[in-house]
């Protein structure tokens, strides 16, 4: 970047900043429309959730490393960008689980517990009501937003 004749580096915080806000942008978007269709279970929201995280580590990476390093970055300068630019992301989907668990749809809990019991009966049918009372309270107890948005 040029600025009257200065060059100005990017820092590597308003790199991470800026890239993990849209990482966590576009997961709330994949989020919501998934949450529409009434398919919050759905394995394709996985894969595509680590497709974007993946995108906005290498994109944040690249761009720090252009703009901010003059083209060369070390692997630990790579790792430490990545995790940066994923803690503001995760920040940001902490931030909305909590409204829209709270807010906007207090109801979506029950549904997301509905399918975690209807996964758990398609992947294992043998589990006992037991195992599976225990597995759904433990389910219940990590569902909130800190946890989810990591």
């Known amino acids: 970047m040029e600025e009257s004749g200065f060059t100005t580096k990017k820092s590597r915080v308003t790199t991470a900043l800026t890239h993990g806000l849209l990482v966590g942008f576009a997961i709330i978007v994949l989020f919501v429309v998934f949450y529409?269709?009434?398919?919050?279970?759905?394995?394709?929201?996985?894969?595509?959730?680590?497709?974007?995280?993946?995108?906005?580590?290498?994109?944040?990476?690249?761009?720090?490393?252009?703009?901010?390093?003059?083209?060369?970055?070390?692997?630990?300068?790579?790792?430490?960008?990545?995790?940066?630019?994923?803690?503001?992301?995760?920040?940001?989907?902490?931030?909305?689980?909590?409204?829209?668990?709270?807010?906007?749809?207090?109801?979506?809990?029950?549904?997301?517990?509905a399918a975690a019991e209807e996964q758990t009966l398609r992947r294992t049918p043998e589990i006992s009501d037991d195992q599976l009372d225990a597995m759904l309270a433990l389910t219940e107890r990590m569902f909130t937003p800190v946890i989810l948005g990591i």
């Open 36 to 113: 529409l269709l009434n398919d919050p279970a759905n394995q394709i929201i996985n894969y595509l959730n680590f497709a974007i995280m993946l995108a906005g580590i290498i994109i944040s990476t690249i761009v720090w490393r252009n703009e901010g390093l003059d083209g060369y970055i070390t692997y630990g300068q790579a790792v430490g960008i990545g995790s940066l630019t994923m803690v503001f992301a995760a920040l940001v989907n902490a931030i909305f689980l909590f409204l829209f668990l709270q807010f906007i749809a207090p109801d979506a809990k029950q549904m997301f517990m």
